[in-house]
């Protein structure tokens, strides 16, 4: 019996000696294949003499074609889980606000932040090992278990408010650890179900990030104002775990990964390509949250305005993000994965040096915010797809996990520096420092994200 398989006839990847792919997408094709008698037990597909996975094993019977409309399901899974577990990451800065001015007045803005990084840090920190498991197991129990402890570590946060170091702990690690489980899945497991539209339906997914940011910055305002902050934990965390649940459902994997004896193939690390999007994930992700956490401040100590006016501005950064993330893939289907990185991170460093660093006005920080939210949410959305365009979709998985170790360094060491830098050099007044450092570590990883296009191919006007 035929099934639908996008095996490769002697593609080379991208960047190789021999590629003549430089000029296109991908040349996967999906052709039927007869499988002769007691084959289909080595492509997993359950014939006269294969065995059929226990229900907790990654199951091939998702051998579909691409493009097809259930991708557009998984990606609509995929974005509502991202909703609550990015979202939560993003709208942070309204706990930390709260946690600055009445729970913890004495303790430093840095250390508050360290809450927020820590969510982000654990959340890559193991992204290896959420890759494996989505190899190894159902995506679909992976994301269930990922909903559950998210939601679990912020109800078990809301009683604990009388120390930060409980809150770095549950809403901190735990929360980052689940949104792990969650967060590989939503951003690789698209790439399995698309070829053409593949950079549209992973921006789309990480937009659900952006989203998640837009509405809940200013819910978890109000139920903070109306309930106070442990009951504003304890009803997201319940709508965490019953929204995860539900998307769990349909986070299926397209494609079968064969076993192999390494559990996680190092040798891509010997690759130059694959060491340029990492040093540049790094330093971009040391850039990328010194906005969402710094700018409300900046609005109420330098402009003079409300705390609700620093909020709006968040809110526009999600805002923008979120159309930046779904209007970026598909502007990649045209121009290309990584030249549409490059203009990404370029826009979003500029944003930050020309408009917010020199200026201190109103219209400048607001133009800054619009700018940086519309560029940024590309740098997040473009690298799982490049990293299936480059080594292909059967261990995007592990490979994406593996990029995702450069958001954790970077994330340890951004927020944190910037928070610091603003109350050492800065006395928590002039945020020139913050925003410089920021700034600088974008365009460092612009360079980086440069030198990947120059190895991936030295043709400049090819669509790469």
């Known amino acids: 019996m035929p099934y639908y398989s996008d095996r490769v006839t002697e593609t080379p990847m991208l960047g190789s000696r021999d590629s003549s792919l430089v000029n296109s997408t991908e040349t996967k094709t999906m052709e039927p294949v007869n499988f002769k008698p007691g084959e289909e037990e080595e492509t997993g597909i359950p014939g006269p003499s294969g065995h059929r996975p226990r229900w907790w094993e990654n199951k091939p019977y998702e051998q579909k074609a691409v493009d097809s409309a259930y991708g557009w399901v998984v990606v609509a899974c995929g974005s509502l889980m991202l909703m609550f577990s990015m979202g939560c990451v993003n709208s942070y800065g309204s706990y930390q606000t709260y946690y600055h001015l009445n729970q913890f007045p004495n303790e430093e803005m840095s250390t508050l932040s360290w809450i927020g990084t820590l969510q982000w840090a654990a959340m890559n920190a193991v992204g290896i090992p959420a890759g494996i498991l989505c190899e190894r197991l159902d995506t679909r129990l992976v994301s269930f278990i990922g909903g559950l402890v998210m939601g679990i570590a912020l109800i078990i946060a809301s009683f604990c408010d009388g120390a930060v170091w409980k809150l770095l702990v549950t809403q901190g690690i735990v929360f980052g650890l689940g949104a792990s489980l969650v967060f590989i899945p939503a951003v690789t497991i698209p790439s399995q179900w698309f070829i053409k539209h593949r950079p549209l339906a992973v ?29 504003a934990l304890r009803i997201t965390g319940i709508i965490v775990v019953v929204v995860n649940t539900v998307c769990s459902i349909g986070m299926r994997n397209r494609c079968r990964v064969p076993a192999r004896d390494k559990v996680v193939d190092f040798s891509v690390l010997r690759d130059i390509r694959f060491m340029c999007v990492f040093a540049g994930t790094i330093c971009g992700t040391i850039a990328y949250f010194t906005p969402f956490f ?79 939210g519309l560029f940024c949410g590309g740098f997040i959305g473009l690298i799982p797809v490049i990293m299936a365009d480059l080594w292909g979709v059967q261990r995007i998985s592990t490979i994406v996990g593996l990029v995702y170790i450069a958001s954790f360094a970077g994330g340890m060491i951004g927020a944190p520096a910037s928070g610091a830098i603003l109350d050492t050099v800065g006395h928590n007044t002039n945020f020139k420092p913050t ?10 990883a612009f360079v980086f994200f440069v030198a990947l296009r120059l190895f991936a191919s030295r043709s400049i006007f090819s669509k790469l």
């Open 294 to 372: 710094n700018m409300p401040s900046f609005a109420v100590v330098v402009l003079g305005h409300s705390a609700s006016f620093g909020t709006n501005l968040v809110t526009i950064i999600n805002a923008m993000s979120t159309v930046g993330r779904v209007v970026t893939g598909q502007v990649a289907v045209y121009l290309g994965n990584i030249n549409t990185l490059l203009i990404c991170t370029l826009m979003a460093a500029l944003s930050e040096l020309v408009l917010w660093l020199p200026f201190e006005t109103t219209g400048t920080t607001v133009a800054s915010a619009v700018i940086y």
């Open 435 to 444: 925003i410089a450092f920021s700034g600088a570590f974008m365009s460092v």
């Open 203 to 231: 921006g789309i997914v990480v937009a659900g990030g952006g989203i998640g940011g837009l509405w809940l910055t200013p819910a978890t305002d109000s139920m903070i104002s109306s309930l106070g902050t442990a009951w």
